[in-house]
């Protein structure tokens, strides 16, 4: 295998031992970074996610509050939660585990967290943030990939970055994150023209679609960082990300495993949102 790897897991406890450190220091202003998290119906994927998130926060001495509520729960009950919520001063964070069952509009739910709360960073006001080049609250997977970068020493400066995938969550965050960073910057989707040759072109590949194998050996540029953010449960049971891991990375000069690449970067950066938050609460 030519690439390094770009080990997730091993940054990830990095960053959680300096969050526990941070932890105990807010603890010295008497302050205990606080998580709320929403979880609505029986989605089992969302609920092994929240069951993550709510481990890291115990293993770092982050409160965290578990609300689980029916797949049947009205957008009302929600909102009304979330303003609760908003209020309650020991509540430094607000999580609502995407997606919400079908009745409920999650762009309202999400729209209701106060933006100082709003850890997760998809609130509109923090979003614009980001597109003014004045980050606030940033979406944790796309802090995770840039986190993962700066860590490695992957040049961003005058490179170009190809992004596959243009979510709120993950895509569009990304690629705004690595234009600040001076990375031209290419976002495709799945209206994209030639595909394969954009990625071709990319010093740094990012694949954030949900479609296993779609990144195969011959779409990665020789030396390129490919960023896997991709999670796709396969027929056997295992877990698998949109990239030909075997075959990239005998071309690629860095890439990212799934599992151990970038999901666990998510989960850190959700609890450094979370610290920060309760640091600038008083
Ligand atoms: P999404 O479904 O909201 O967006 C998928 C994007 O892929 C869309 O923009 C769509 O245009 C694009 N797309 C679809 N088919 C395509 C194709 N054939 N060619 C090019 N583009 C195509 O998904 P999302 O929420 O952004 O998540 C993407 C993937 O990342 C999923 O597998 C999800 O599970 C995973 N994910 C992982 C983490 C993590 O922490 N590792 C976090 C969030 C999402």
């Not at 010295?28 to 998130?53: C, D, F, T």
Request: hydrophobic share 45%; glycine share 8%.
């Amino acid at each position: 295998m030519a690439a390094r790897l770009l080990d997730g897991k091993s940054l990830a406890a990095q960053v959680r031992v300096a969050v526990k450190r941070e932890v105990e220091a807010l603890a010295q202003r008497g302050i205990r970074p606080g998580l709320a998290v929403l979880l609505a119906g029986e989605n089992p994927a969302s609920r092994v996610y929240v069951r993550n998130k709510v481990r890291a926060c115990e293993e770092t001495g982050v409160r965290s509050d578990l609300y689980e509520l029916p797949a049947s729960v009205s957008e009302e009950a929600l909102v009304d939660r979330v303003l609760a919520l908003n209020d309650d001063p020991d509540i430094h964070g607000i999580l609502v585990q995407l997606p919400l069952p079908k009745q409920v509009d999650a762009h309202e739910v999400l729209e209701t967290i106060a933006p100082a709360k709003d850890i997760d960073g998809f609130h509109e006001s923090n979003l614009g943030a980001l597109l003014a080049g004045r980050p606030r609250m940033v979406p944790c997977t796309p802090a995770g990939v840039m986190r993962l970068l700066e860590h490695a020493g992957v040049p961003l400066a005058g490179s170009h970055a190809v992004v596959i995938g243009r979510s709120n969550i993950v895509g569009k965050p990304l690629a705004l994150l690595l234009l600040q960073r001076d990375a031209t910057v290419t976002l495709c989707h799945s209206k994209s023209r030639d595909l394969e040759n954009l990625a071709r072109s990319a010093d740094i590949l990012v694949a954030a679609v949900g479609r296993a194998k779609l990144v195969t050996g011959r779409m990665v540029k020789p030396g390129a960082c490919v960023i896997d953010v991709g999670v796709n449960r396969l027929s056997d049971g295992s877990l698998a990300g949109d990239v030909d891991f075997a075959a990239a990375s005998e071309v690629a000069g860095w890439i990212t495993p799934v599992p151990g690449g970038v999901g666990p970067m998510t989960i850190a950066m959700l609890l450094e949102n979370c610290v920060r938050a309760a640091g600038a609460s008083k």
